[in-house]
């Protein structure tokens, strides 16, 4: 039996897990999966009913689940809490307390979404990359940290900082991406200025030597973000620090028309694995059954293929999400002319349906 501890949310997030759940039991039913199916509070909505957006609850069933299940956390309305007590610390609290280093973010262009993605048609069709992103560490985490008074005036200070073992686990996930792929790896880090990037650089290559056959090139983030821009599909798999992967990743999502349709993994190294759309909680439509639960669906495909090792019904929810695109099925994200509009339960019925065909 897995157990699947899921996470709804805020915002949208409770709409969008809902579809994808049903995605879920409808595969588990068809390649006779044994789940068990918790749920869990993380977020503004664990703040309102227990006080902490990680609170002790979660925290236990996290650390019994064999994989995370997550929609979206954060809203306007908690903006003013202390930084401690904000929806965003729940989800820096869970992917700490369970050590999950390795995101795994794929930018995928669906070729029926072509015409979706602000940039020409010619520069982002066959787009398919992969970054992977250091998630436990780095600026988002170094000590010390914190606001202060220093010659009577306020001053902010965050310290970015990785040990060669940080480097090393996540340049090793990223090698190992690109075996299984193109067999090339695009380092990206700022060596040129910081010092935590000249010793990120000098690990990557000392793994690399592992790997031979990768193709291994490195790259300042402020060419790659540009490079992101100009030309996408020169590159296969991409590995960077957090703060680095975190702009990087959703430049990349906007290539592909729409961050609704992105998943993401977040691993450790006992194989667990936190599941959740790349975009937010999108407050200004929740509620309103507008939102695309199709980025939230592909994460359990994630899910499946990570966790439970069952490749080939991720590989069935991935056809079935092509299925449904070629059915000229949109959500209002993904809208376009000559297209049939549908809300979210619509498009989760409909990547249902389509797991049977």
């Known amino acids: 039996m897995s157990r699947i501890l899921v996470l709804p949310g805020d915002g949208i997030g409770p709409e969008i897990v809902a579809e994808a759940l049903k995605v879920l039991e409808r595969v588990g039913e068809i390649g006779g999966l044994d789940l068990e199916i918790d749920q869990g509070l993380i977020g503004g909505a664990a703040h309102d009913a227990a006080g902490h957006p990680y609170p002790e609850a ?18 306007p309305q908690y903006e003013s809490l202390e930084r401690d007590l904000r929806p965003e610390r729940g989800l820096l609290g869970i992917r700490s307390d369970l050590g999950l280093f390795a995101n795994l973010r794929p930018a995928i262009l669906y070729p029926q979404l072509a015409s979706a993605s602000t940039l020409k048609p010619e520069v982002v069709s066959g787009l398919d990359i992969l970054i992977v992103r250091e998630l436990t560490g780095g600026i988002y985490f170094g000590q010390p940290r914190g606001i202060e008074e220093r010659g ?11 040990s060669e073992s940080e480097i090393e686990r996540i340049a090793r996930v990223g090698f ?4 299984k792929r193109g067999k090339r790896l695009c380092s990206v880090d700022k060596a040129n200025v910081l010092e935590v990037s000249e010793l990120w650089r000098e690990v990557v290559e000392r793994v690399g030597k ?75 439509i929740a509620g309103q059954g507008k939102a695309n639960p199709m980025a939230t669906v ?8 990570h ?23 949109r959500t209002p994200d993904i809208f376009g002319e000559g297209m049939t509009l549908v809300g979210t339960q619509g498009m989760g019925d409909a990547l249902v349906a389509a797991l049977d065909d």
Do not use: C, W
């Open 58 to 75: 979660t925290r236990g069933a996290a650390r019994r689940a064999d994989a995370i299940l997550l929609g979206a956390v954060g809203g």
């Open 176 to 179: 190992e991406a690109a075996m």
């Open 152 to 162: 009577g005036e306020r001053y902010g200070f965050n310290t970015a900082a990785y």
């Open 210 to 284: 592992e790997f031979p056959e990768v193709e291994l090139s490195h790259m300042y983030v402020d060419n790659a973000a540009m490079q992101l821009v100009r030309d996408p599909k020169q590159f296969d798999v991409m590995v960077t620090g957090n703060m680095f992967g975190d702009i990087l990743s959703d430049a990349a999502a906007m290539l592909t028309g729409s961050i609704g349709m992105l998943p993401s993994a977040s691993l450790n190294s006992e194989g667990v694995g936190l599941y959740e759309p790349i975009h937010g909680s999108a407050p200004d």
């Open 298 to 305: 592909l994460s359990v495909a994630m899910l499946l293929r």
């Open 307 to 329: 966790s439970l090792n069952r490749n080939d019904l991720a590989e069935r929810i991935e056809q079935a999400v092509g299925r449904v695109l070629d059915q000229g099925l």
